[in-house]
């Protein structure tokens, strides 16, 4: 589903996989596997080619608003499908033991709420366990990223500004 709307985009702009992968930071064959359904793409990628494609990462989701599944996490888009939102809120889903992933950074602010669980947020060097009910504010041109060290699957909201 990413990769036959990832490759939609890229043809519309007119931008080849070179310039996309150049773009992003990710190789050209990578892409082409994603495209293809070959490969599944994890969400700090998602967010680099949306970036260099200029649109929201939810233009990736499924219109019907399903939640969508990559080995490492299940988010769910929270958009309702607004256009071009000044936010993005998504609900994701980690699974236990889930420390996969390198800190990425990218423009505009982000908002993290622990609904369920234990939550290892790292921005930049730092590494902040934040527990159900507990929330943290930052600003997204640092480098960071989620894991989840604990035995039991974890839900947050991430609110992510543009």
Known sequence: MIGVRLKEIRKEKKMTLKE???????SISFLSQVERGKSSVTLESL???SEVLGVNPSTF????????????FHYQDLTQQVPNPDFHPILVTLPAN?????PFSHSGHEFVYVIEGTLT???????????????WFFSSSETHYWYNHTDQTIRFLVVSSR
């Open 47 to 49: 967010r680099k080619i």
């Open 121 to 135: 947020l790292q921005i930049g060097t730092k590494m902040i366990e934040l527990q159900q009910g507990e929330s």
């Open 98 to 102: 889930q420390s996969d992933g390198q």
């Open 20 to 26: 996309l992968a150049e773009g992003a930071g990710v």
């Open 61 to 72: 989701f499924p219109s019907n608003n399903e939640p969508m599944s990559e080995p490492s």
